[in-house]
């Protein structure tokens, strides 16, 4: 079930790099230490997922059990992080996916 969302997940953050197409001066980007640290002391986010996307760039997704915010990021091979997609409202699920609920016709 985990890994159903997880891939569901990175779908998204894949999308999402595809349509961003992430640059340097982005300013939601930033050396990779930098943002985890902002994310774990701002937010109180932590790593729940990750996943290897296109170009050898990491997806993860980051969020914070206690209040529900969440951020997905993505990391360059050069180690640049940039903040891809975040929100609030996030939790763990704990169900089966069946392909009608990810929206496979068969």
Same mark, same amino acid.
């Given at each position: 079930?985990?890994?159903? @969302?997880?891939?569901?997940?990175?779908? &998204?953050?894949? @999308?999402?790099? %595809?349509?961003?197409?992430?640059?340097?001066?982005?300013?939601?980007?930033?050396?990779?230490?930098? &943002? @985890?640290?902002?994310?774990?002391?701002?937010?109180?986010? %932590?790593?729940?997922? @990750?996943?290897l996307a296109a170009n050898n760039q990491m997806v993860e997704v980051f969020a914070s059990t206690e209040t529900g915010s969440w951020t997905i990021t993505v990391t360059l091979p050069s180690g640049l992080t940039c903040v891809v997609a975040a929100g609030q409202a996030f939790e763990v699920l704990a169900e089966d996916l069946t392909p009608a609920m990810l929206g496979d016709p068969a």
């Open positions: 079930m985990k890994q159903q @969302i997880l891939a569901l997940g990175l779908g &998204v953050g894949a @999308i999402l790099l %595809t349509a961003g197409h992430l640059q340097a001066q982005n300013q939601n980007c930033a050396d990779r230490a930098r &943002v @985890i640290d902002r994310l774990a002391n701002s937010y109180g986010e %932590t790593r729940q997922s @990750i996943g």
